[in-house]
């Protein structure tokens, strides 16, 4: 199946600061979404983004389908962007999402 | 918010007992997922519907049954629970429309003793 990695497992930040959280996957995709899940445990849909770029207030993803890899901007970091945060694609001709292990972002006021 | 409710939110039960976990969606989404989640390893796909009676395996299915007799209930079922099933267990739907959004229900934290 497909391999979802996903950089840098960790990140600690200052309020305010800027990030970027990188997905790489091993095959064409045609769903790719991005998930936030905050510290009481709740999943919540960020970006549907097989393709292109799209935005969304501080954050935005940008997809790069032909390189096999997408990127998610967290601009003017606040502490509840604390969480951790997914990237799952799936490949052509499956309905299936396979998840990345996750980014934890820690935002320290 | 998609309408989707879990329960129990939490359940300790023992070894070899059967134990049944629902997921209820309000908005008559066709597909409905089943996914655990452990440390380590992402969120990973048991079972999904596809439809009433429509049902597919995902990538942890060994140990799971599944049931959708309705539209919006989606039954997790563990015939013989294991130690190796303590997990935190997430119910999501597919939105309809162009994109094929998964949104999450709030999740259901199982101990097998």
């Known amino acids: 199946g497909i391999q979802v990695e996903q950089s840098p497992p960790d990140l600690i930040l200052q309020e305010g600061a800027n990030s970027t959280l990188r997905c790489n996957f091993s095959?064409?995709?045609?769903?790719l979404q991005w998930f936030h899940q905050n510290p009481w445990g709740q999943l919540i849909n960020l970006f549907y983004?097989?393709?292109g770029t799209k935005q969304n207030g501080r954050l935005s993803a940008t997809t790069v389908a032909t390189e096999r890899y997408s990127l998610l901007y967290i601009s003017s970091s606040q502490t509840t962007d604390s969480g951790v945060y997914f990237c799952a694609p799936s490949p052509f001709g499956n309905e299936k999402l396979t998840f990345g292990t996750g980014t934890r972002l820690t935002i320290i006021p | 918010d998609a309408g989707i409710t879990q329960s129990p939110r939490h359940k300790v039960t023992e070894t070899g007992t059967p134990v049944t976990l629902r997921c209820h969606q309000t908005e008559n989404h066709r597909y409905m997922y089943w996914y655990r989640q452990d440390p380590g390893h992402g969120l990973r796909l048991i079972h999904y519907?596809?439809?009433?009676?429509?049902?597919d395996k995902g990538e942890v299915s060994d140990g799971y049954s599944v049931s959708r007799s309705k539209t919006e209930d989606f039954l997790l079922t563990l015939e013989s629970a294991t130690s190796s099933q303590t997990s935190v267990y997430f119910c999501?739907?597919?939105?309809?429309?162009?994109?094929?959004?998964?949104?999450f229900g709030p999740g259901t934290r199982l101990t097998v003793l």
């Open positions: 519907s596809y439809g009433v009676k429509d049902t």
């Open positions: 095959d064409s995709v045609n769903n």
């Open positions: 983004i097989p393709s």
């Open positions: 999501a739907i597919r939105g309809t429309g162009s994109t094929d959004t998964q949104y």
